[in-house]
């Protein structure tokens, strides 16, 4: 997943949140109501979780906007779940256990209040109903849920490939995929193209990720940086505390770093595949993270802070013609 960019919620706040968001939603008088209670929350934890996606949204249609939001909510919580929360690994492993059962169930609901009254976490209540009016295969989420497991269970990938295949597919690709679905094609000829451009976006995004955060995935006991780039450093696992890794450390960032420029550049070659009315939110989001990406690429000192895109500079590659949204939607509107 993409890297947190404000304060996170602890696990007492997301079981407040969910309190009294089924309260809420079940005596909403009907689906379409509860919908509505439920995907404004999910617009909070998109705007608690990520300034830039936050921004880049904004460019959407309403009902999209609305979609990605519940989208993003039901791959924020599992991502708390296996990064954040106080829990052992059995417990972590527990707790997604039981969101995929959540997951499965909703599924079978025919109704939000359906599934609601079932004891489907809201966020899933409402990602279960996205799935069924976009027509996202149901296998992507599950294959998102090995991912989250994954980072529970960290093992190193041999290779870019293995990385890829194993790893972002399930964490990033399908999540491409998902909004894929949402934003739609620009003719049903074009959907193929349109998941290329997701799935080349959703690797440039989790490289750019694992590159940022380096660091931080060590303290986690987790290794994304692949091994035989690593090995032409002759670096057998990564140690950034290691002064005498850090010139090897930083060739191997700008490589993968590099390797995710690429991927952006592939993802803008078929935006035109998607819808016109989720280009400008499509645009934004590689500009802003192709920018994040240079950040990286240039910088002398990855390893010893985080990088990030100042506001400042976000607003620079957002379509002008519609700031107006901006701080609209930091009021609430």
Known sequence: ??????????????????????????????????????????????????????????????????????????VRYPDEIVDTFPLGAAERLRCLEEWRDGYDQGLRARRLHDALGEGVPPFLAAFTRVVRETGIPEDHYRSFLDAMRLDVEPRPFSSLSDLIDSYIYGSAIVVGFFLT???????????????????NLGIALQLT?????????????????????????GIAWVDTTDLRQHEGLRRVIRKVAQEARVHYGAAQR????????????????????????????????????????????????????????LPLAYLGW
């Open 1 to 74: 997943m993409t890297g947190l960019e404000s304060k996170v919620w602890s696990q007492a706040d997301w079981r407040r949140i969910e309190r009294d968001l089924i309260t809420a939603a079940t005596n909403a008088p009907g689906d379409d109501e509860a919908w509505s209670v439920i995907a404004r929350q999910a617009r909070a934890v998109l705007q608690q979780y990520s300034t830039s996606f936050f921004a880049v949204t904004r460019f959407l249609p309403p009902r999209k906007r609305a979609q990605v939001e519940v989208i993003y909510a039901s």
């Open 270 to 325: 078929n935006l035109d595949a998607f819808a016109p009315d989720s280009r400008s939110a499509i645009q934004a989001c590689i500009d802003v993270y192709g920018q994040l990406n240079d950040r990286i690429l240039r910088s002398e000192e990855s390893l010893a802070r985080r990088e990030s895109v100042p506001m400042t500079q976000k607003f620079r590659v957002l379509p002008s013609s519609k700031y107006w949204r």
């Open 209 to 233: 990720n694992f590159v940022r955060d380096v660091g931080e995935d060590q303290r986690r006991g987790r290794q994304y940086l692949p091994l035989d780039l690593l090995a032409e450093e």
């Open 181 to 199: 679905h949402v934003y739609g094609p620009a003719s049903p000829r074009d959907f193929d193209r349109a998941l290329e451009s997701a799935r």
